[in-house]
């Protein structure tokens, strides 16, 4: 009679028991929900915005190759066409040619569209020369050849659209840059296909969405198993998790930002690699003089004059770039040979009288207070050469007891007084010694200006041999 009583009683309390978890864990699940749905939208929002800006800076990256190469066309045929009339066909049939054989990469080539829609040159695609192809549109309905002259009237500009790649036959991406030559009516251009950048950013997207998944079933996995504990127990191990969802997209964004620079010095590269193109229009002229040498032309010598200038453009272009991305003298010499080859650079280019000393110090700087200095050293002297009409510069680079300083006095105007100021490279400067936890001091009157850099101790490395705090 007892036992149906206790069993029920027994019911009884579990089924409490079971309220009070469900009433429990209610809250929980809600709170681990939101919280859920919170780190996927951020993490989507924030790995949206870096992705976004990384193929931003890609198809920018894209354009300035596309402009760089449309520069070296016009350096290797400029000196035909301007020399050239309206209807002189010997001169355009040359041009035609140099454009026909300037091809690059896999894809690339030159196209030139006369502005009632006639193609003259596609060498990667020949079915489409001496034929009509105004009205043109792609698979999207974007207009391409009509928007391609349009822009060229306009003097010059970029257009996307969807064009069959010559490698593969299919339909790709692609930006094209086109300029006009309003003598001749041409529209002349060059494109390059972007569906690596939009590949790499679907890969980036796709990896984004795994993560952010991954991340959402460790969350669920461990509210689980928090249920089945405490929720003390259970609301800690959710804090500590979220933790580690944070540390993972912090790495997600890291892997974003490496990959950002990873592009930059492929594309240094490229450009690098660019010069090149030039080489190719220094060949065509030296060809050229070989021609007239052999025609016995007055003006093979003139020929051979623009070659060898074309060379030199090539030559400073490279010193150019090299130097600019990261000067190899820094690394290997130290820096200061490096600001001594600067300044001897700067003396040649520019005629200024400068003085610089320094004292020597046998690599005590670390990397960043190289760089720093470097750079501040870098934007003096071209704000120098632009605005301050100076004749005489003084450098002084040497250590002491608070560690490094660099002073560059000059005899131009003030920097108040210099045409369009200097205020961003100043304000570089600023920056760069900020993040040294240095100090950058500016004295500017009519007479001159003094720039004075000093790098803190603590960027000074120790002897060989001693420790930094026996430095």
Do not use: C
Request: proline share 2%.
């Amino acid at each position: 009679m007892f036992q149906p009583r206790a069993s029920q009683r027994n019911q009884t309390r579990t089924t409490y028991a079971q309220k009070l978890f469900l009433l429990a864990t209610i809250p929980l699940l809600l709170a681990v929900a939101a919280i859920s749905v919170l780190v996927v939208h951020q993490s989507r929002q924030l790995a949206e915005r870096e992705i976004a800006a990384l193929q931003a800076q890609l198809i920018e990256a894209k354009k300035d190759e596309l402009r760089n190469y449309l520069s070296l066309a016009r350096t290797a045929f400029g000196a035909i066409y301007g020399n050239a009339l309206p209807d002189d066909e010997i001169a355009k049939e040359k041009v035609k040619q140099i454009l026909a054989a300037m091809l690059y990469g896999q894809d690339g080539y030159f196209f030139v569209y006369q502005y009632d829609g006639t193609n003259l040159v596609s060498p990667r695609q020949t079915a489409f020369i001496n034929r009509n192809w105004a009205g043109l549109k792609d698979s999207d309905g974007t207009p391409v050849v009509d928007e391609l002259i349009r822009i060229a009237r306009s003097g010059g500009g970029y257009h996307s659209y969807k064009w069959r790649k010559p490698s593969t036959g299919e339909d790709a991406q692609v930006i094209s840059y086109v300029v006009g030559l309003q003598d001749w009516r041409w529209a002349v251009g060059t494109a390059i296909f972007i569906d690596d950048i939009l590949d790499t950013v679907a890969a980036a997207r796709a990896e984004t969405e795994r993560r952010v998944a991954t991340t959402f079933l460790w969350i669920s996995a461990i509210t689980l198993g928090a249920l089945m504990l405490v929720f003390g127990s259970g609301l800690m191990l959710n804090i500590r998790e979220r933790r580690l969802a944070d540390v993972k997209l912090k790495e997600l964004t890291q892997r974003i930002f490496e990959t950002q620079e990873e592009e930059r010095s492929r594309v240094a590269r490229e450009l690098h690699d660019s010069i090149s193109q030039m080489l190719v229009g220094v060949r065509y002229m030296l060809e050229l003089a070989r021609r007239r040498l052999t025609t016995g032309d007055a003006r093979a010598g003139e020929s051979v004059e623009k070659s060898i200038a074309g060379l030199n453009g090539a030559i400073q272009e490279v010193r150019r770039i090299s130097r600019d991305l990261r000067p190899g003298v820094l690394d290997d010499l130290g820096l200061g040979p490096a600001i001594q080859s600067l300044t001897e650079e700067f003396a040649a280019r520019s005629g200024i009288e400068i003085d610089y000393k320094t004292v020597v110090f046998r690599n005590r700087l670390d990397q960043d207070a190289k760089i720093a200095l470097y750079r501040i050293a870098q934007e003096a002297l071209t704000n120098i050469e632009r605005h301050s009409g100076a004749t005489r510069v003084r450098m002084l680079l040497r250590g002491n007891r608070k560690g490094a300083i660099m002073r560059i006095e000059d005899n131009g105007r003030g920097i108040s007084e210099r045409a369009g100021g200097a205020g961003l490279g100043l304000r570089n400067m600023q920056e760069r010694m900020e993040r040294l936890n240095g100090s950058l001091r500016i004295l500017s009157t009519r007479d001159g200006t003094v720039i004075e850099a000093q790098v803190p101790l603590t960027h000074m490395l120790p002897p060989e041999g001693q420790t930094k705090a026996n430095a």
